[in-house]
């Protein structure tokens, strides 16, 4: 066979590849992000569908996970967190991960370092609140990543970042004095809101796709993960992969991963502890990235006039 990816990581008992469904549960914060008003107390009916992650979707998709016997990622705004302690509870009890997903879905590549690092601290407090202990991991909401955020990580304790896309493998995020974290990868491709999302409120509208064709792309990078030993690991919303047929798509995927075998299915922390062990045993070289990426902008010969 063809191999696409060279020096692909070994997985746990031989796996195929790594799989994690990771889901970022913003209910509401998008809405009191783009609205920071009184304005946003008449948008019903944006909140009404956001709220639907919380309420319906969230234990649907426990069940789902529940069902299959996996446990995986949930990356949750601080907000959140304080706001649905039931969907919490069920989540923390089904044995799921909570990942750092910001305070109110910041986009912290906005914001001052000095704000940036109120944001990681907050975040980090909420989920040591509800679970009892710190985050492991940290998704920049709307893949937002600063110049600043490897060092906040860094400075805060946390072990690994699934908001940048460098490699179909897991890759170490350097900073200039040689510490470094894990990177988890994603594309686009794995993300719902290009599937699905037609949200005026969040000046979004892609046209709707059936549950079967977004699976189609789904199941596409799954079976390329399956072949070449990569990391599949989605981006999908609860308000919008858990309404009913896609959850229920959800299920078919789950049972084509199992039927294809030898996937190890895991939480984000699980994955990146085990390419920090491969590392560390030096088992395994992965590709390192070091930030910043360039020291200053690229220096133009011309300008566009005209
Ligand atoms: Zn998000």
């Known amino acids: 066979m063809l191999s696409l990816i060279d020096n692909p990581p070994p997985w746990p008992n031989g796996a195929r590849c790594a799989v994690c469904f990771a889901y970022d549960f913003d209910a ?7 609205y920071p008003s009184a304005d946003v107390t008449r948008r019903m009916g944006a909140a009404a569908t956001l709220r639907y992650g919380a309420r319906v979707a969230i234990p649907r998709i426990a069940k789902i996970w529940k069902h299959f016997g996996i446990r995986q990622t949930v990356f949750v705004p601080g907000w959140c967190i304080e706001q649905y302690p039931e969907a919490m ?3 923390i009890s089904g044995g799921h991960e909570i990942g750092h997903h910001g305070w109110l879905h910041e986009r912290v590549n906005q914001f ?3 704000d940036e690092e109120k944001i990681m601290i ?16 940290y998704r ?8 600043h955020t490897l060092d906040l990580m860094i400075e805060h304790g946390l072990r690994y970042d699934a908001s940048l896309g460098g490699h179909d493998i897991p890759y170490l995020l350097e900073r200039p004095d040689g510490k470094s974290i894990v990177c988890l990868p994603h594309d686009n491709s794995l993300d719902d809101w290009t599937q699905y999302v037609n949200f005026k409120a969040a000046d979004w509208s892609m046209p709707v796709q059936s549950p079967d064709r977004a699976m189609d792309v789904f199941r596409a990078d799954f079976d390329a993960a399956w072949k070449h030993g990569g990391l599949w690991t989605a981006v999908w919303h609860p308000f919008v992969s858990g309404r009913l047929a896609r959850a229920e798509a959800q299920v078919g995927l789950i049972e084509h991963m199992m039927e294809k075998g030898d996937v190890w ?3 984000c922390a699980e994955i990146a502890a085990h390419i920090d ?4 045993r030096g088992e395994w070289s992965p ?3 070091r930030l910043p990426m360039w020291p200053a902008p690229a220096e133009q010969i011309a300008r566009p006039s005209r």
């Open 140 to 147: 920049c909401p709307s893949g937002a990543f600063s110049e």
């Open 89 to 91: 509870e069920i989540l």
């Open 265 to 267: 299915f895991a939480t």
């Open 277 to 280: 062990g491969l590392v560390e």
């Open 28 to 34: 509401e914060s998008l809405l009191h992000l783009y």
């Open 122 to 137: 907050a975040g980090i407090r909420a989920i040591e609140k509800a679970t009892g202990a710190p985050p492991v991991g």
């Open 112 to 114: 001052s370092r000095e």
């Open 287 to 289: 590709m390192v990235e």
